[in-house]
C-alpha cells in the first residue's frame, strides 16, 4: 500500500448508517384484480403487476426523514466511501452525537407508528372499501413490522490485513484514490441546487445565501487532504466571504462574484484545474527566481550585485515584489485551449472576475510602491525582457 493511501486511511474513519424502514407494500397477484369480460393480463416475462399499499405512506414518512438527516449530517462534513461516509477522525465525535440524536428519535416515532399500526390499516381499508378483501389478506403483523423498523450505525478505521493479495491492495487502492473525485461531485451538487434554488435572476440576496458556500467550504478544507488542489479553492472562498457584509442585503458586486464562485463549484474539472493553476503559481516561481539568482551569481563579478541606492521600476515590478497572476486561470472556464471557444456565461463569468483581480493588481502595486527599503533589500533578479514576455501573457483572471 503507498503511502499516500496510509495517510487518507489514517485520517478517516468510516461511518455506517443502518436505517431499516418498514415498505408496507405487498406484490400485487392476478387474483387481486378484478378484470373486465375478455380483457387480458400481459405475461411475467413482459410486465410486472407492481405492488399495493397496505396503509398510508404518509404514516411511514418520518423514518425517511431521519434517514436522509443522517445522511446529511455525514455528506456535510465526509464523502461517500465503500457503502458508508468517509469521514475525517476529528469530526467523528460531532458526527457520533448527532447520529445519536437521531437514533432516539427513531425509536420515539417508531413507538408511536407501532402504537397506532392497526389503527392505520383499519383508517386504509375504509378509505379503499372495494378493495378491503386484497389488503387484509396481506396485512402483515405488528410484532412483523417492529422488526423491520430499526435505525443504527458504526464508525469503524479503516485498515488492510499483513496479508492481503496485491489484487486485493490494488481495488482498495483505486477506491481511496476516488474519494477525491467524489468530494469534487458532491460539492458541484450543492453548488447547483445553490444557483437554481437562490442565486439565478436574483438582484439582491440575503446572507442565507452564504450557508451553503459555507457548509461546501468547510467540506472541502475538512477534506483538504484528500487532494492538494482544494486548499486554494479554500483560500479563494474565505477571500470572498472576508469582504461580504456583516448584515444588509447582498447585491451589485459581490452578489455575481458569489454567482460566478457557485458556477465555478458547480464544475468539477473546473474547480480542480483552478485548485491546479494557482498552486502553478506559487512555489514553482519561487524556485525559478532563487535558481536564476544563483545563475546570476556565478556568471557576473560581485561589483555587478551591488544593489542600487533606490528601488528602480525593475525591481518594484519584479515578480517578487508584485504579485503576478497571469496565466493563473488559462483554460480554467473553457473546455478547449484557444480563446475563442469560451462560451457567453463563462465571459460573463470571467468578466466580474477580471474586474476584481485588476482592482487588486492595482492596490498591491501601489502597496509595493510605497515601501521602498522592502525592495532595496534584494537584488534585481527580473531582467527587462522578462517582464516583456509576461505582458504578452494572456489575460489574468482572479477567483
Given at each position: 500500500?503507498?503511502?499516500?493511501?496510509?495517510?487518507?486511511?489514517?485520517?478517516?474513519?468510516?461511518?455506517?448508517?443502518?436505517?431499516?424502514?418498514?415498505?408496507?407494500?405487498?406484490?400485487?397477484?392476478?387474483?387481486?384484480?378484478?378484470?373486465?369480460?375478455?380483457?387480458?393480463?400481459?405475461?411475467?416475462?413482459?410486465?410486472?403487476?407492481?405492488?399495493?399499499?397496505?396503509?398510508?405512506?404518509?404514516?411511514?414518512?418520518?423514518?425517511?426523514?431521519?434517514?436522509?438527516?443522517?445522511?446529511?449530517?455525514?455528506?456535510?462534513?465526509?464523502?461517500?466511501?465503500?457503502?458508508?461516509?468517509?469521514?475525517?477522525?476529528?469530526?467523528?465525535?460531532?458526527?457520533?452525537?448527532?447520529?445519536?440524536?437521531?437514533?432516539?428519535?427513531?425509536?420515539?416515532?417508531?413507538?408511536?407508528?407501532?402504537?397506532?399500526?392497526?389503527?392505520?390499516?383499519?383508517?386504509?381499508?375504509?378509505?379503499?372499501?372495494?378493495?378491503?378483501?386484497?389488503?387484509?389478506?396481506?396485512?402483515?403483523?405488528?410484532?412483523?413490522?417492529?422488526?423491520?423498523?430499526?435505525?443504527?450505525?458504526?464508525?469503524?478505521?479503516?485498515?488492510?490485513?499483513?496479508?492481503?493479495?496485491?489484487?486485493?491492495?490494488?481495488?482498495?487502492?483505486?477506491?481511496?484514490?476516488?474519494?477525491?473525485?467524489?468530494?469534487?461531485?458532491?460539492?458541484?451538487?450543492?453548488?447547483?441546487?445553490?444557483?437554481?434554488?437562490?442565486?439565478l435572476g436574483k438582484e439582491q440576496v440575503t446572507?442565507?445565501?452564504?450557508?451553503?458556500?459555507?457548509?461546501?467550504?468547510?467540506?472541502?478544507?475538512?477534506?483538504?487532504?484528500?487532494?492538494?488542489?482544494?486548499?486554494?479553492?479554500?483560500?479563494?472562498?474565505?477571500?470572498?466571504?472576508?469582504?461580504?457584509?456583516?448584515?444588509?442585503?447582498?447585491?451589485?458586486?459581490?452578489?455575481?462574484?458569489?454567482?460566478?464562485?457557485?458556477?465555478?463549484?458547480?464544475?468539477?474539472?473546473?474547480?480542480?484545474?483552478?485548485?491546479?493553476?494557482l498552486l502553478a503559481t506559487q512555489l514553482p516561481?519561487?524556485?525559478?527566481?532563487?535558481?536564476?539568482?544563483?545563475e546570476y551569481a556565478k556568471s557576473e563579478p560581485?561589483?555587478?550585485?551591488?544593489?542600487?541606492?533606490?528601488?528602480?521600476?525593475?525591481?518594484?515590478?519584479?515578480?517578487?515584489?508584485?504579485?503576478?497572476?497571469?496565466?493563473?486561470?488559462?483554460?480554467?472556464?473553457?473546455?478547449?485551449?484557444?480563446?475563442?471557444?469560451?462560451?457567453?456565461?463563462?465571459?460573463?463569468?470571467?468578466?466580474?472576475?477580471?474586474?476584481?483581480?485588476?482592482?487588486?493588481?492595482?492596490?498591491?502595486?501601489?502597496?509595493?510602491?510605497?515601501?521602498?527599503?522592502?525592495?532595496?533589500?534584494?537584488?534585481?533578479?527580473?531582467?527587462?525582457?522578462?517582464?516583456?514576455?509576461?505582458?504578452?501573457?494572456?489575460?489574468?483572471?482572479?477567483?
Amino acid at each position: 500500500m503507498s503511502h499516500e493511501t496510509q495517510i487518507i486511511l489514517d485520517r478517516v474513519v468510516l461511518v455506517k448508517v443502518d436505517a431499516n424502514i418498514y415498505g408496507a407494500r405487498k406484490k400485487l397477484k392476478k387474483e387481486d384484480l378484478v378484470l373486465a369480460d375478455g380483457s387480458k393480463l400481459p405475461p411475467e416475462d413482459l410486465a410486472s403487476l407492481g405492488s399495493k399499499r397496505l396503509l398510508d405512506p404518509d404514516k411511514l414518512t418520518v423514518f425517511n426523514r431521519l434517514k436522509k438527516e443522517a445522511e446529511r449530517i455525514c455528506l456535510r462534513v465526509g464523502t461517500r466511501f465503500l457503502g458508508g461516509f468517509a469521514v475525517p477522525v476529528e469530526s467523528a465525535a460531532s458526527i457520533t452525537a448527532e447520529l445519536e440524536r437521531i437514533g432516539l428519535d427513531f425509536a420515539a416515532a417508531k413507538t408511536e407508528f407501532i402504537a397506532g399500526y392497526d389503527a392505520a390499516v383499519t383508517d386504509w381499508v375504509v378509505r379503499h372499501p372495494e378493495f378491503a378483501g386484497i389488503i387484509e389478506q396481506a396485512v402483515d403483523s405488528v410484532e412483523f413490522v417492529s422488526t423491520r423498523l430499526s435505525f443504527d450505525f458504526l464508525v469503524v478505521s479503516v485498515g488492510l490485513p499483513d496479508s492481503l493479495a496485491p489484487a486485493d491492495v490494488a481495488r482498495l487502492e483505486s477506491k481511496i484514490g476516488s474519494l477525491s473525485e467524489q468530494m469534487f461531485y458532491e460539492i458541484s451538487v450543492e453548488a447547483n441546487q445553490l444557483i437554481e434554488q437562490s442565486l439565478l435572476g436574483k438582484e439582491q440576496v440575503t446572507r442565507n445565501a452564504l450557508r451553503p458556500i459555507r457548509r461546501m467550504r468547510d467540506k472541502l478544507d475538512g477534506l483538504g487532504f484528500l487532494d492538494h488542489r482544494v486548499a486554494p479553492v479554500v483560500s479563494t472562498i474565505d477571500d470572498l466571504l472576508a469582504r461580504i457584509p456583516n448584515k444588509g442585503a447582498i447585491e451589485g458586486g459581490l452578489l455575481q462574484e458569489i454567482l460566478a464562485t457557485a458556477m465555478l463549484l458547480s464544475d468539477p474539472d473546473k474547480t480542480r484545474r483552478h485548485g491546479e493553476g494557482l498552486l502553478a503559481t506559487q512555489l514553482p516561481v519561487i524556485d525559478d527566481e532563487t535558481e536564476e539568482v544563483i545563475e546570476y551569481a556565478k556568471s557576473e563579478p560581485p561589483a555587478v550585485l551591488v544593489v542600487p541606492t533606490a528601488p528602480t521600476p525593475v525591481i518594484t515590478e519584479s515578480a517578487a515584489d508584485s504579485p503576478d497572476f497571469t496565466d493563473l486561470f488559462d483554460g480554467i472556464f473553457d473546455d478547449e485551449l484557444e480563446a475563442e471557444t469560451v462560451t457567453t456565461s463563462d465571459d460573463w463569468a470571467l468578466d466580474i472576475l477580471l474586474e476584481k483581480c485588476q482592482t487588486d493588481l492595482k492596490t498591491g502595486n501601489d502597496t509595493d510602491e510605497s515601501n521602498p527599503s522592502e525592495h532595496s533589500a534584494e537584488p534585481a533578479t527580473v531582467t527587462a525582457g522578462d517582464d516583456e514576455e509576461a505582458d504578452d501573457s494572456d489575460q489574468d483572471y482572479w477567483f
